[in-house]
């Protein structure tokens, strides 16, 4: 079972900022598109943001402009930067790994979900 790895969640006032890290392993990292998820409580799970092999980006529109997704392909990580937060940020953040258009949209998740890392941005 491949397994997802993610880091980097915290506690943090409105306004700051979080990296989050999700690291996983070369073969997945080198052939998929991956992916950050959240789910706030009482929510359904949500594509925050994707990103492809060659680097395109797609983003959640309660996102865009303030959070950053990117991947480091010699460490098999996916990052994501999270700015200007808000309360309603707040979530399990999630990572996985797809097939997606090679825009980044139309990101659909094969992975098995793991633990995930908790965010809260307190007002």
């Known amino acids: 079972q491949v397994q997802l790895v993610e880091s980097g969640g915290g506690l943090v006032?409105?306004?700051?900022s979080l990296r989050l890290s999700c690291a996983t392993s070369r073969s997945i990292f080198s052939i998929y598109t991956m992916a950050w998820y959240r789910q706030a409580p009482g929510k359904q799970r949500e594509l925050v943001a994707a990103i492809?092999?060659?680097g395109n980006t797609n983003y959640a529109d309660s996102v865009k402009g303030r959070f950053?997704?990117?991947?480091?392909?010699s460490g098999?990580?996916?990052y994501l930067q999270m700015n200007s937060l808000k309360p309603e940020d707040t979530a399990v953040y999630y990572c996985n790994y797809?097939?997606?258009h090679s825009s980044g949209?139309?990101?659909g998740p094969i992975g098995s979900w793991g633990q995930g890392?908790?965010?809260t941005v307190s007002s």
């Open 13 to 16: 006032q409105a306004g700051g």
């Open 52 to 54: 492809t092999r060659a």
């Open 68 to 73: 950053a997704i990117s991947r480091d392909n």
């Open 76 to 78: 098999n990580t996916v």
């Open 98 to 100: 797809g097939a997606s």
């Open 105 to 107: 949209t139309n990101f």
């Open 117 to 119: 890392t908790q965010v």
